[in-house]
């Protein structure tokens, strides 16, 4: 069975800073792996994927992630903090060849102080 | 525009009273789930659908229906709500099964049972 472990519930940066949002995933086959936002009131949006190209995957607005198997990581990272960033952040698995269902981490709080 | 199309936005209701909320995507997506989101929960499967009148129940469905007639649409249906039933509901529709399963997300319908 896939599962996705987001430490902490909550992580307060200072704008300009480095993001860095950890995520571990447990899978018995080779995953595919997505990183999700939330802004207030919206749906989820995604920010990037990994689907066992490059284990460094590039997103939007800045964000990428780096796969790592022997880790069973796939951290999210954005070097330099901006204020739109404060949102909710959201790891998932996905099992290949299983039915598309996505396994949701529970979520962290991203802040962004001034 | 691609889209997930979810309504209402916002819903409140009595206990016992039934009611349907309404999903459509545009994408001609196989795949389409409903997840509820709670505070410390993350997104949890309630029901999934695979394509036209093959659905299956996800990780929480007790207290559920769904029905999938057309590819378009998939309605969530609560035939007698309660309160433990408040929550942020969100349909997602993504690629076919075999492919990456990257999914979209509507605006999400916030449910409150009183």
């Known amino acids: 069975a896939q599962s996705v472990t987001q430490l902490g519930s909550h992580v307060s940066v200072s704008e300009g800073a480095l993001v860095l949002l950890r995520c571990n995933y447990s899978?018995?086959?080779?995953?595919?792996l997505f990183w999700y936002v939330q802004y207030p009131n919206q749906g989820l949006q995604l920010l990037l994927k990994y689907t066992s190209a490059a284990t460094l995957v590039k997103g939007i607005n800045g964000f990428e992630a780096e796969f790592k198997k022997s880790e069973t990581s796939f951290h999210l990272t954005k070097p330099s903090a901006h204020m739109s960033d404060a949102a909710e952040y959201f790891c998932a698995v996905s099992e290949r060849g299983a039915n598309s269902k996505l396994t949701f981490g529970k979520g962290i709080t991203l802040s962004v102080r001034p | 525009e691609a889209q997930v199309t979810q309504n209402p936005r916002y819903l409140i209701t009595v206990t016992g009273k039934k009611l349907t909320v309404t999903c459509s995507q545009n994408m001609n997506h196989e795949y389409m789930s409903w997840y509820r989101q709670d505070p410390g929960l993350g997104l949890r499967q309630i029901y999934y659908?695979?394509?036209?009148?093959?659905?299956d129940k996800g990780d929480v469905p007790e207290g559920y229906k769904v029905s999938r007639k057309e590819k378009r649409n998939f309605p969530l249906i609560l035939e007698s709500p309660s309160p433990n039933q408040t929550s942020l509901y969100f349909c997602a529709s993504s690629s076919p099964p075999r492919g990456v399963p990257e999914a979209f997300f509507g605006q999400g319908t916030r449910l409150t049972v009183v």
């Open positions: 659908s695979m394509n036209v009148e093959v659905t």
């Open positions: 899978s018995s086959v080779p995953p595919y």
